[in-house]
């Protein structure tokens, strides 16, 4: 089986491909460091010959609205058309728990019009909801940094770790198209500040954590909207074990973190 990666390059596309290659398949990464443009369609049909599955865990260069919701629908019409044209059969997305239920946030408009666009595409497909990855705590923290404090509001998360959104993509991709939504989710609750603070509390670097409702890009969320229901996937990564053990928090920010 010939699985595209469209992100393949990515923090969750990198690992997707490692799975797949080692379950025994044949994975493509496709990025625009590969020569594959999904906004200008450049380089799809030669990378799509021949694949019977695509995986697009792709993300907009921009959080902002307009150039959010441009890159998800062209890419997603150029993807839909090459792939027809290919004789694929599975279309995978990554998307986000409760992207539909944060009307104000552009970003995650711009992700329910890619939804819209790969249920509306003709090609068969699977749509993989995911919360907010532990890679993704750090940046975050980053951006709310301010004179040693990092203010943060008490939006709750069930965070969960990249690798197991990989894991996830990578079971969804091996499978048959389910033509519908499957949510996953980390095992535990966190308040954003909290996950500040536990951070902190493991790995200090001498700021500290200010709750701020107005702090950030989680300000203002809708109560429960990220954390899923009783029917998400629950993964088995703690937060706090995966700190102490597993991939140290990156400084940089990696947009594929929803």
């Known amino acids: 089986m010939k699985i595209v990666v469209v992100g393949g390059t990515g923090l969750i596309g990198s690992q997707v491909v490692a799975l797949v290659r080692d379950r025994g398949h ?3 990464a496709a990025s ?3 020569g594959v443009d999904t906004v200008t369609g450049q380089g799809l049909a030669q990378v799509l010959d021949g694949a019977d599955v695509v995986v697009d865990v792709s993300n907009s260069p921009s959080f902002d609205t307009e150039p959010a919701l441009d890159f998800f629908t062209r890419s997603a019409r150029h993807l839909s058309e090459a792939e027809k044209e290919a004789g694929v059969r ?4 990554l998307s986000i728990v409760g992207v539909d239920r944060v009307p104000d946030y552009g970003y995650y408009r711009a992700k329910v019009a890619q939804e819209e666009a790969v249920r509306d595409s003709g090609v068969p497909f699977s749509i993989v909801r995911a919360t907010q990855f532990f890679e993704f705590v750090a940046p975050v923290m980053d951006m709310s940094t301010e004179n040693g404090r990092v203010r943060l509001p008490s939006t709750r998360l069930r965070p ?3 690798a197991d959104v990989a894991s996830a993509v990578t079971e969804t991709a091996l499978g048959e198209p389910s033509y519908g939504v ?3 989710a980390g095992p535990e609750v966190h308040r954003l500040d909290r996950l500040g603070e536990i951070t902190l509390a493991v790995r200090p670097d001498g700021r500290g ?3 701020d409702e107005t702090a950030g ?12 229901d009783d029917t998400a996937h629950r993964a088995a990564t703690r937060y706090e074990d995966w700190l ?3 991939q140290p928090p990156s400084r940089a920010t990696d947009r594929s973190g929803h």
Do not use: K, Y
Not at 90 to 93: A, G, R
């Open 182 to 184: 499957r949510d996953i």
């Open 244 to 246: 102490r053990h597993g």
């Open 217 to 228: 890009l989680f300000a203002g969320m809708p109560d429960g909207a990220l954390i899923g």
């Open 32 to 34: 625009p460091s590969t």
């Open 26 to 28: 044949e994975a493509v």
């Open 90 to 93: 599975h279309h995978v997305t």
């Open 209 to 211: 954590v200010v709750t």
């Open 160 to 162: 969960m770790a990249s």
